[in-house]
């Protein structure tokens, strides 16, 4: 997740990263993982606390002021759930969104190419 | 294979893992003509929320958005190379290239005989995996794979900002922390050559990593 600022949106995490924050904690599939309530004062969460709590790397680029906080890794797989995370990429013939809920009630393949 | 099995219920979703944008790929598109949907992620945010490592790569979904194959090799066709002798007259490193490129690993019947049945028989089918099952065969991840996931992830940020030099230490350290992430390493490359070959901004090639990795793990067998 590209961040501008460590005060990240609380609703912003939730849909990049699939983790929620509820009291008992951060919870993604069966983990939770109790957060200090200075981790969330209102709408923001405090990324470098979730990125220590949920094993999720923060690197800084200093010279473009940007950060990336990495996936969580206090799971151990890459998959912490079976449930499909949110994903809407765009069509490559139009542009708009496709929001792959939107094909709930089928069989999917998904296949993942690429041009190199 | 669409034709057939859409009406059956299955829907074919590609994304092209392609950092270079829609004009990077959109021939291939055009050609292929396809119905179902083609979608492309540029941030390779697929490679982080699944765990895909390579292309051409499969995930099977249910009809309830529950995942029950996680990311593995997954071809259309047999490998074409593997048969073929390889021509006179090319260049040593060509030849190599060629030879390693006949051993890449392709189990296209077996992958389709499975994602059949699957259509046919929906949870039935033994190839469709308990939740249990799909977390646990999923990739690890590590402090170094997760790493390698943001390092990737600013990389292809200032290379599509219109920072290409600035990309390139983030995508090397991506490749350090996860060196069997072949779509980080060829993605990279892609940028600085296309055919992938030694060059003076990254460790690796296309010829040599596979060599160091055997060209058996390239592809890894399936565990159907």
Redesign the interface.
């Given at each position: 997740?590209?961040l501008t600022s460590l005060a990240v949106d609380r609703a912003a995490f939730t849909e990049r990263t699939g983790w929620e924050l509820r009291p008992e904690g951060a919870c993604h599939?069966d983990i939770c993982v109790p957060l200090p309530a200075e981790a969330a004062p209102g709408s923001t969460i405090d990324a470098r606390m979730v990125s220590e709590r949920l094993?999720?790397?923060?690197?800084h680029?200093d010279?473009?002021g940007?950060w990336?906080?990495?996936?969580?890794?206090v799971?151990?797989?890459?998959?912490?759930?079976?449930?499909?995370?949110n994903?809407t990429?765009?069509?490559?013939?139009t542009?708009e969104a496709?929001d792959?809920?939107s094909?709930?009630?089928?069989?999917?393949?998904?296949?993942?190419?690429?041009?190199? | 294979m669409r034709t057939e099995l859409h009406p059956r219920g299955l829907e074919v979703v590609t994304v092209a893992l392609d950092t270079g944008g829609p004009d990077a790929v959109r021939r291939w598109v055009d050609e292929a003509g396809a119905a179902h949907p083609s979608t492309i992620d540029e941030a390779h945010l697929l490679d982080e929320l699944l765990g895909v490592v390579n292309v051409p790569t499969g995930v099977w979904i249910d009809e309830h958005g529950v995942i029950v194959r996680p990311p593995e090799p997954a071809h259309a066709r047999p490998n074409r190379f593997a048969d073929q002798p390889i021509p006179d007259g090319v260049d040593a490193r060509t030849r190599d290239a060629l030879e390693q490129v006949s051993k890449l690993r392709s189990e296209s019947d077996k992958y389709k005989a499975a994602l059949y049945d699957w259509v046919e028989r929906g949870a039935a089918s033994p190839y469709a995996l308990p939740p249990d099952e799909v977390i646990r065969r999923s990739r690890p991840r590590t402090a170094d794979t997760a790493t390698a996931a943001a390092a990737f992830e600013l990389g292809q940020h200032l290379h599509r900002a219109g920072h290409p030099d600035a990309a390139v230490p983030w995508f090397r350290e991506a490749h350090r922390r996860q060196p069997d992430n072949w779509t980080y390493k060829r993605q990279a490359w892609s940028f600085v050559d296309r055919s992938q070959g030694p060059n003076d901004v990254y460790d690796g090639n296309w010829l040599d990593d596979v060599k160091a990795a055997g060209a058996g793990n390239y592809y890894p067998a399936l565990d159907l």
């Open positions: 997740m590209i599939g094993g999720m790397p923060l690197l680029d010279d473009h940007i990336a906080l990495g996936p969580a890794s799971g151990g797989t890459a998959l912490v759930t079976a449930a499909l995370p994903i990429l765009a069509d490559i013939r542009g496709f792959f809920a094909l709930r009630g089928q069989k999917v393949l998904l296949l993942a190419w690429a041009s190199w | -």
